[in-house]
Nanobody, 120 residues
Framework: QVQLVESGGGLVQAGGSLRLSCAAS????????MRWYRQAPGKKRELVAA???????KYAESVKGRFTISRDNAKNTVYLQMNSLKPEDTAVYYC??????????????WGQGTQVTVSS
């Protein structure tokens, strides 16, 4: 059983930065694709950033140039560096582990979420 535990959320002023961490337990971490999603109140959960096993990345248009996803396999941890934060980035951020099959992404494990609040 894989567990994902997020940390690093909090309250920050607009223009500030936060780094979210997602620590994974279990030995499959290095074999999974990793993603960060977020969900704001009253809105659907949306993909923020994705990182494949091969190191390819993908970002939502709204965060391109501001957010960076990365991983440290030795620490079984994936990160989301968030710079130039905006009030519209306020949401609960979730770490996700999954895999690709037949061209589709299959979400596998989820963290509990960490709150990010950006004040104007």
């Amino acid at each position: 059983q894989v567990q994902l535990v997020e940390s690093g959320g909090g309250l920050v002023q607009a223009g500030g930065s936060l780094r979210l961490s997602c620590a994974a337990s279990g030995s499959i971490f290095s074999f999974n694709a990793m993603r960060w999603y977020r969900q704001a109140p009253g809105k659907k959960r949306e993909l923020v950033a994705a990182l494949t096993r091969g190191g390819n990345t993908k970002y939502a248009e709204s965060v391109k140039g501001r957010f960076t996803i990365s991983r440290d396999n030795a620490k079984n941890t994936v990160y989301l560096q968030m710079n130039s934060l905006k009030p519209e980035d306020t949401a609960v951020y979730y770490c996700n582990s999954g895999y690709y099959t037949g061209g589709s992404y299959i979400p596998d494990y989820w963290g509990q979420g960490t709150q990010v609040t950006v004040s104007s």
